[in-house]
Every structure is written in structure tokens, then in C-alpha cells.
């Protein structure tokens, strides 16, 4: 993945932000990837609790299959260069459906899934 340099920064502009969503969704569509996740969800105090008992500054999320074929996503705290740490095994996993996409009726401001 390119690094954003400090005079090119991502956006945060509601409307950029939906486009890239909109590009990313075409880009997954196009490679015929219609089932693949376009958002997750996360309770902040899941993300908290893992900083908070790892005394850790960084988290990775990551995608999965379970062995009843749900779709979800994970969170695990993670070294400073973005590889899981291997001192601890605590993650928060959650997914707002059993499978994707996720439902329509569950769009928001920036993207359909």
C-alpha cells in the first residue's frame, strides 16, 4: 500500500469520502468480488479494551470465514509496523450480518453495504 505523504493527505471531505467508497465498490465489483465486505462495524469500547489491556497504540482489522460460513470482521492489536503482535491472542470480532453484503436497509451517508 503507497504511504500518504504529509502534502497529499487522504480525504475527509463527506462527499470525497462517499467517492472512494463508490470506487472502491466498483473495483470490488469489477473483479467480481459482490460479496465481499464494503464496511464493518466496531463498538468503541471493544477497541478500547484491547488497547487498555495490551498497551498497545495500533489495531489491524481483518476479515474472515467461520466454519458455519459467516462472514465477520476482527480486530487484534498489532506492532507499530502493522504486523499482529505475537504476545497476546485477545481480538474483538463483530459483524452487523450473518452474511455479506450486508443489507441495503443498512446504508449510511458514505456507502450502500
Known amino acids: 500500500m503507497a504511504e500518504t505523504v504529509q502534502n ?31 464496511t464493518g462495524y ?10 487498555a489491556e495490551n498497551q498497545s497504540d495500533h489495531i489491524k482489522v481483518y476479515y474472515g470465514i467461520d466454519e458455519k460460513d459467516r462472514h465477520f470482521l476482527f480486530i487484534a492489536p498489532t506492532q507499530p509496523d502493522g504486523r499482529a503482535r505475537e504476545d497476546t491472542d485477545l481480538t474483538e470480532a463483530e459483524c452487523c450480518c ?3 453484503p450486508c443489507p441495503l436497509e443498512l446504508s449510511d451517508r458514505y456507502a450502500d453495504q
Open 98 to 100: 450473518q452474511r455479506p
Open 42 to 51: 466496531f463498538d468503541v469500547t471493544g477497541i478500547q479494551k484491547i488497547l
Open 8 to 38: 497529499d493527505p487522504y480525504p475527509t471531505d463527506p462527499i470525497k469520502l462517499k467517492e472512494a467508497c463508490e470506487r472502491y465498490e466498483k473495483l470490488l465489483a469489477e473483479s467480481g468480488l459482490t460479496k465481499f465486505f464494503q
